[in-house]
């Protein structure tokens, strides 16, 4: 991944400025306020409606997935289920091109697009162009028929998968879901991420923070052969799934909401400005009318006497030079800087640390 180090690390120190306007709390809300549906939605029956044998030519034909990619199989629903397939209302088909066209100030002052997406994506599992549909109970053939418990979210092979939740890491591998990745929330609910090309560096029983990259998009499992995504899924309280797509919709808009907060903290902290007002009392402060002999009178007491009146003139210039400056002010200004420092420092920790390889987080103070 390019890091282009410069403009990198001039972007982290200008978002620092989202944390004092409350810009990062869309991001980094507690995990409990996710797992709060925004529209209601039924999880699958564990078995066909009815266990009568499909007859011929009754069922209806439809284009299933090869695993989780819809169009690489066909099959026949059995009775029972075409109408639960019919019976969800589905909302429009979403993608993460208004975020991306969003963010791309930043990449024109220097910022990779990688790191534009870790930055400006929110909760957004994957951190880059992303198409997705409401996919919920689609009807799915590979290995076998069953209905579609999530979300598919396609995306360039590679693509970074980000922790949409704070949790601890499970990982996985074989099966349907090939390599998958797990995230339990301290409420005890389960993000699933699975068809992952990758493992990020982040091991099984570690903890992370929202926006740490866990993975990278595939398309393995049962999804092999078809379009690189991630399939994703939300089990409330560990149990069974709900539709993710109304909470994939939300943090898009979340993210799009965070734009102009991000950009503009990103302004501020290139301009390196102190606040006006601090600036004008700085100067006006400067203007304080000296208390010491006038400099002709000095220099004659020097050359009466060389070596006290030298050190007199010295004396009084340092005291002049003492006189014209607002000690409190530049206090003010120095606090001033010393917030921004600190405010800076924490918020490039927490930006950085999903870039930040484990073996180095403890070493370079990225927690």
Same mark, same amino acid.
């Given at each position: 991944?390019?890091?282009?180090?410069?403009?990198?690390?001039?972007?982290?120190?200008?978002?620092?400025?989202?944390?004092?306007?409350?810009?990062?709390?869309?991001?980094?809300?507690?995990?409990?306020?996710?797992?709060?549906?925004?529209?209601?939605?039924?999880?699958?029956?564990?078995?066909? /409606?009815?266990?009568? !044998? +499909?007859?011929? $030519?009754?069922?209806?034909?439809?284009? @299933? &997935?090869? %695993?989780?990619?819809?169009?690489?199989?066909?099959?026949?629903?059995?009775?029972?289920?075409?109408?639960?397939?019919?019976?969800?209302?589905?909302?429009?088909?979403?993608?993460?091109?208004?975020?991306?066209?969003?963010?791309?100030?930043?990449?024109?002052?220097?910022?990779?697009?990688?790191?534009?997406?870790?930055?400006?994506?929110?909760?957004?599992?994957?951190?880059?162009?992303?198409?997705?549909?409401?996919?919920?109970?689609?009807?799915?053939?590979?290995?076998?028929?069953?209905?579609?418990?999530?979300?598919?979210?396609?995306?360039?092979?590679? /693509?970074?998968?980000? !922790? +949409?939740?704070? $949790?601890?890491?499970?990982?996985?591998? @074989? &099966?349907? %879901?090939?390599?998958?990745?797990?995230?339990?929330?301290?409420?005890?609910?389960?993000?699933?991420?699975?068809?992952?090309?990758?493992?990020?560096?982040?091991?099984?029983?570690?903890?992370?923070?929202?926006?740490?990259?866990?993975?990278?998009?595939?398309?393995?499992?049962?999804?092999?052969?078809?379009?690189?995504?991630?399939?994703?899924?939300?089990?409330?309280?560990?149990?069974?799934?709900?539709?993710?797509?109304?909470?994939?919709?939300?943090?898009?808009?979340?993210?799009?909401?965070?734009?102009?907060?991000?950009?503009?903290?990103?302004?501020?902290?290139?301009?390196?400005?102190?606040?006006?007002?601090?600036?004008?009392?700085?100067?006006? &402060?400067?203007?304080?009318?000296?208390?010491?002999?006038?400099?002709?009178?000095?220099?004659?007491?020097?050359?009466?006497?060389?070596?006290?009146?030298?050190?007199?003139?010295?004396?009084?210039?340092?005291?002049?030079?003492?006189?014209?400056?607002?000690?409190?002010?530049?206090?003010?200004?120095?606090?001033?800087?010393?917030?921004?420092?600190?405010?800076?420092?924490?918020?490039?920790?927490?930006?950085?640390?999903?870039?930040?390889?484990?073996?180095?987080?403890?070493?370079?103070?990225?927690?």
């Amino acid at each position: 991944m390019r890091t282009n180090r410069g403009p990198w690390v001039r972007a982290v120190l200008a978002l620092a400025v989202v944390t004092l306007i409350g810009g990062i709390a869309v991001t980094r809300g507690a995990s409990a306020q996710l797992i709060t549906p925004t529209t209601t939605t039924t999880a699958p029956p564990a078995s066909p /409606t009815t266990t009568e !044998a +499909p007859k011929s $030519g009754t069922a209806p034909k439809l284009v @299933g &997935g090869g %695993g989780d990619d819809p169009g690489s199989a066909k099959g026949v629903i059995p009775p029972g289920y075409a109408k639960i397939i019919a019976s969800v209302k589905r909302s429009r088909a979403n993608n993460t091109s208004g975020l991306i066209a969003a963010l791309q100030p930043l990449v024109d002052h220097g910022m990779d697009k990688t790191q534009a997406a870790i930055v400006g994506f929110g909760r957004f599992p994957v951190a880059g162009p992303t198409n997705f549909t409401d996919d919920w109970l689609n009807p799915r053939f590979t290995p076998a028929f069953h209905l579609h418990e999530g979300t598919d979210l396609f995306a360039p092979l590679g /693509t970074p998968v980000r !922790a +949409p939740v704070d $949790g601890v890491v499970r990982h996985t591998s @074989g &099966g349907a %879901g090939g390599l998958a990745v797990y995230i339990r929330t301290v409420e005890g609910h389960d993000v699933y991420l699975a068809h992952l090309s990758a493992y990020s560096d982040v091991k099984p029983g570690q903890s992370v923070k929202v926006g740490d990259i866990v993975g990278f998009v595939g398309s393995t499992g049962n999804a092999a052969g078809g379009a690189a995504h991630v399939h994703f899924e939300i089990h409330p309280k560990g149990k069974g799934p709900v539709n993710p797509k109304p909470y994939l919709d939300q943090w898009v808009a979340q993210a799009l909401q965070m734009v102009p907060a991000v950009l503009q903290s990103y302004e501020i902290a290139q301009q390196n400005v102190v606040p006006q007002v601090l600036t004008e009392s700085l100067a006006q &402060g400067s203007a304080i009318a000296p208390s010491s002999p006038p400099r002709a009178q000095l220099a004659w007491a020097s050359s009466a006497n060389p070596t006290g009146g030298a050190l007199r003139i010295a004396e009084v210039e340092a005291a002049v030079a003492s006189d014209r400056v607002n000690w409190t002010r530049r206090a003010e200004v120095a606090e001033f800087k010393r917030q921004q420092t600190a405010a800076a420092d924490a918020l490039a920790r927490v930006i950085v640390r999903p870039l930040t390889p484990l073996g180095l987080r403890d070493v370079l103070g990225v927690r």
